[in-house]
T-cell receptor, first 111, second 114 residues
Framework: EDQVTQSPEALRLQEGESSSLNCSYTVSGLRGLFWYRQDPGKGPEFLFTLYSAGEEKEKERLKATLTKKESFLHITAPKPEDSATYLC????????????FGQGTTLQVKP | ETGVTQTPRHLVMGMTNKKSLKCEQHLGHNAMYWYKQSAKKPLELMFV???????ENNSVPSRFSPECPNSSHLFLHLHTLQPEDSALYLCASSQAPTGDQPQHFGDGTRLSIL
């Protein structure tokens, strides 16, 4: 069964304290792995798509990496405005349009 | 307007009421989706539409009835809901469901069942 697990469930950082969020996945064949950011009262906002092991993508203080079993979202020198819930989702080659989401990691960055 | 717009943003209804949620996308996409987001649970896919045709129903109870009149509009008709149906209902769109393009989400309708 296709499955996505994110850890930790919650993370508190001081401003400037770098860290990583983990997304472990089990899927029959990976079409794509997606990272989203969700703010309270808002819908998920698309960040990155990763397609194959070894791929990396960056956007401001965020960098996403992918292996055959997991993806990491590295946050370098975070700021309070990076506080949000970060969601990971996978799309399997066997499914048409179905994204399988993890439970998310809620990040709080304190000034 | 740009992006994916959902109305209403909040809805409170009794178990015997009938209401509808509306979603409109201005991205020129061909696929639209309904998701349910409950507290402490991952987003759950409910329905997928591709060029107005339903291509996936993820074992959703019949008290939820989707309608997709064209590629830009999606509705979710609700009737005889249960308290456990209280959740955030999210609409999304993408270029095509079989491709690897990302899905873009609206801000959702927060539904409360009394």
């Amino acid at each position: 069964e296709d499955q996505v697990t994110q850890s930790p469930e919650a993370l508190r950082l001081q401003e400037g304290e770098s860290s990583s969020l983990n997304c472990s996945y089990t899927v029959s064949g990976l079409r794509g792995l997606f990272w989203y950011r969700q703010d309270p009262g808002k819908g998920p906002e698309f960040l990155f798509t990763l397609y194959s092991a070894g791929e990396e993508k960056e956007k401001e203080r965020l960098k996403a990496t992918l292996t055959k079993k997991e993806s990491f979202l590295h946050i370098t020198a975070p700021k309070p405005e990076d506080s949000a819930t970060y969601l990971c989702a996978v799309q399997a080659t066997s499914n048409t349009g179905k994204l399988i989401f993890g439970q998310g990691t809620t990040l709080q960055v304190k000034p | 307007e740009t992006g994916v717009t959902q109305t209403p943003r909040h809805l409170v209804m009794g178990m015997t009421n009938k209401k509808s949620l509306k979603c409109e996308q201005h991205l020129g996409h061909n696929a639209m989706y309904w998701y349910k987001q409950s507290a402490k649970k991952p987003l759950e896919l409910m329905f997928v539409y591709n060029f107005k045709e339903q291509t996936e129903n993820n074992s959703v109870p019949s008290r939820f009835s989707p309608e997709c009149p064209n590629s830009s509009h999606l509705f979710l008709h609700l009737h005889t809901l249960q308290p456990e149906d209280s959740a955030l209902y999210l609409c999304a769109s993408s270029q095509a469901p079989t491709g690897d393009q990302p899905q873009h989400f609206g801000d959702g309708t927060r539904l409360s069942i009394l």
